[in-house]
């Protein structure tokens, strides 16, 4: 908030001081603009400088000076000595124009200090009694009782506000760039620093500046999450160890269970009863060896454990391989199996890990068979999606409802889920599949089996 509430002051500040800075430019710019129109007051000094210049008498006749002709030509004036009684122009400029009149009573005269003869406007001087009359071009100076702007300066003042405008527009943005240099200084590696967060880059923002406060929680946060990082890290670690340790001081035992499970399962000197306990011992063993590699395996595909070693993939062999495995353990011919492949479909190759990719279909088949111990029919076969090659595995067993379908589509981890054993069990073996899917660049989507029932699976590569 404190840095808010200082940027707060700082614009306002910004706007005060831009807009006296602008009236103090804009008085500067019409001073500078009018300055000579102004220094000059409008020819009336040209006129008593004409008057100066002007040396003789009627008798023998009055004589300009060179320095006086220089004012005329300069101004592209002409002029006259009127007699002060008699009324008659005693002097004239050789430039006087023919329609000029050569004598002037008193009221002409007045007309003639007031700013205009013949629409020519006039400016005035004293020579002793007599009045010198400077006539300017007729468009030398806006028509009004007192000749001090220009006509052009008058004609030009909608190009001279545009220029004004102009004027204003890019002092506006030459303070804009003045004022905030410093702001997109602070504010650069403020951006960087938090663009680096998200990335798990450490960021170190300066601390100072504008934005000293915000660049300190920044560096806060970067040293927390680097912590955390550190952290958990060292759990995962730790939990992908543990899991590795268990699962190789459990396979021992858990091997003697089944080797003594199967000897007790036949050996026909037992009771029948018994021999079914130890099948059921050595059958739930089974399982739980099964459920230790899958977690293990999970364990290394996690953290990135699991070496890849990759090389071309013919999948249609893959599929074709798992697809005859489960064939094999189908004793009872309860799973029958239906292969489905596009004839005009090349050869399906592609780089990755050979077994990895066959424990993902062997994970699916599998699934099919513990949920399904009444059977069902199964379809396994290869498509192309676009440019990119699908395996697809559906059934028409028991399925999973719609609640369960959207919970396993969105859980990250199977342990997220609410409770229910079967569905658990389920989503295990499915994860794995997803995590192998991943590590090849694919994806892999659940969804119905065969004709809206039971439960379907596509890996896409």
Known sequence: MKNTWKLIRRFVLILLLSIILLFVLNITLFIAYTYDDANTQGGWQSAEEIAEELTGSREEGYRLSAYGQEILNELDAWGILIEDGTGDVVWKSDNLPPEIPLHYSVSEISWGTRGYIKDYPTTTGAKGNDLVILGHPKKKYWKHMWNTWSYEFIANVPQTAV??????????????????SGILRSV???VEGIEALPEEREAHVREKGLLSGLGASINKTSETLVRQKYALRKKERAQAN???GVSHDIRTPLSMVMGYAGQLEENEEL???ARKQAQVIRIESTRMKNL????????????NMQPMKCAQVNLAAVIRQAAADFINLDLEQKYPVEWIMQEESPACMIEGD?????????NLLTNIRVHNPE??????????KGDKICIFIRDDGTGVTDEQLNRLRSAPHYMLDDGDGGFRRHGMGLLIVKQIAEVHGGTAEFGKGIDGRGFGAELTF
């Open 354 to 362: 050979k077994e990895l990719l066959g424990r993902a279909v062997n």
């Open 163 to 180: 220029k004004i405008i102009v004027f204003n527009i890019l002092a506006v943005i030459l303070i804009y760039i003045a004022a905030t």
């Open 188 to 190: 650069k590696p403020i």
């Open 242 to 244: 543990w899991i590795a």
């Open 375 to 384: 059977g069902c029919r199964v379809l396994i076969g290869l498509k192309k």
């Open 292 to 303: 230790i590699n899958d977690l293990n395996l999970y364990s290394r595909l996690e953290y």
């Open 271 to 273: 009771p029948k009863e």
